[in-house]
Structures are given as C-alpha cells and as structure tokens.
C-alpha cells in the first residue's frame, strides 16, 4: 500500500467568491469568440481549473473567471474588498483556441484560482501545460496531453490518446466507448490513476513503478488496444 496520498498539494476547494465572463474576442471587442471551427484548445501559463465538453447539444462558445479558495477565501471581503480579477486572455490561431493564464498578483496572496469552461466540437484536441491544474473532461475528444508538475484529470466519454507527464497526478478515465485504436500513457513519480472500460473490451495494459498497487480486474490481452501504460516511482492504480 501506499502512503498518505501525495496528490493534496493540488487543493481546489470549494469557492467563496466567484466571477464568470464570456471570453473576449481577440481585437479586444464585447462579443464572444466563435468556437464552430475550432478542432484544438491549448492551455497555458499559470495554474487552473478547467471544464471541457466535447459534442454536446449547447453550441461552442467559451468563459473564464476566477475565484477565492480555501482558508483566506473567507477573510478577502474584509481584508482585501476585492474579487479576483479575471488573468485568463484567449485568442484563435487557425482552427486552434489558445488561452494564457496570466500570473496572480502579489495582493492575491495565492488565494485565487483561474477558471476555464469551454464547450467544443466532438473530437476537439486538448494540450494542457500549466505548474498544476484540475481538467475535467466530459464527451468526445481527440488527443489529450497534460503536462504539469500536479495534475487532476478527470474524463467521462472518449478521448483518442491520453498523455499525461507530471510529478504527482491523480487520473480518472472512464470510456464511454471505444474505438480499438486508443492508446493512454501516464507517466511520472507518483500516480493515482482510475480506468474504466466498457464490459468484454480487450485491453493491453502495464504498470512499472520501484512502488506499486494495482488492482488489475480486467485480464492483459498483449497487442490489444486500447493499450494502457503506466510508469512512475510510486503506482496506485485500479484497472477495470
């Protein structure tokens, strides 16, 4: 077994202030950025929580916000008067929506968290690079690639590829449906990770870690896909 979860240096609790806004358009102006032809997102710069859906009924469209989280939360009406302002700025670059996280300042004291929600096209493709970040994913998705030093993922549908590099990450996938052509790699020192296949799948799967725990319910069929390897210092990993 292992010990005490490393994964709660990641700590996204529930929120005392919140402020949600559509994304500007990339001039600047009012109106929201057209998602209709956007194939790919790419999240940067500092931390997040982040929500995407990929094929849902409600039409594209993207906002951002932030928010006050944990102990101070509750002391920043009355120490700062303030609520978070809002860092994230957002552009289109061909069929690609590209969002910056701007740094926090310094009166922020670390207690604001950035928020992405974003509803895309069936088999958008998500590349996440941030310090650490919460990303939920709900629907069809292409390519999924997170790279962070902490790292929460969370997915509920499809996803082609999942790719995740980080120091200490925690990961729930759950396929919906599969294609026989997925391929999910997570990789770092200390993973947590959760995966779910529909009933009678075949599944091809490893775990290399100097530390593991795995609770493999689903025999490995070598050479099939979906293919499912894992590899860190520290594994705890259920397999069903």
Do not use: Y
Not at 84 to 91: E, K, W
Not at 149 to 177: K, P, Y
């Amino acid at each position: 077994m292992l010990a005490a979860s490393p994964f709660r240096i990641l700590l996204l609790a529930s929120a005392a202030v919140a402020v949600l806004a559509t994304l500007p358009a990339a001039s600047g102006g009012e109106a929201p950025i057209d998602l209709a032809g956007v194939t790919a997102v790419r999240i940067t710069g500092e931390s997040s929580e982040v929500r995407l859906s990929a094929g849902a009924a409600a039409p594209p469209r993207a906002t951002f916000g932030s928010r006050r989280t944990g102990w101070f939360a509750r002391w920043s009406s009355s120490w700062v008067g303030s609520a978070c302002p809002d860092r994230a700025s957002a552009r289109i670059e061909g069929e690609t929506l590209i969002v910056d996280v701007g740094a926090a300042g310094w009166l922020d004291l670390s207690d604001c968290v950035a928020e992405i929600d974003a509803s895309l096209p069936a088999g958008a493709s998500v590349v996440l690079d941030q310090p650490a970040a919460s990303l939920n994913l709900d629907g069809d998705f292409g390519d999924v690639t997170v790279r962070a030093r902490a790292a929460d993922l969370s997915l509920d549908g499809h996803a082609a590829t999942i790719a995740v590099e980080s120091d200490a990450a925690r990961t729930r996938i759950a396929f919906a449906r599969v294609e026989g052509t997925e391929d999910v790699r997570l990789t770092g020192k200390a993973m947590d990770a959760q995966l779910s296949f529909p009933a009678g799948v075949p599944v091809s799967w490893r775990v290399t870690a100097a530390a593991s725990f795995v609770d493999g319910r689903i025999p490995n069929t070598p050479g099939a896909r979906p293919q499912v390897a894992i590899d860190g210092e520290f594994v705890r990993a259920t397999i069903r």
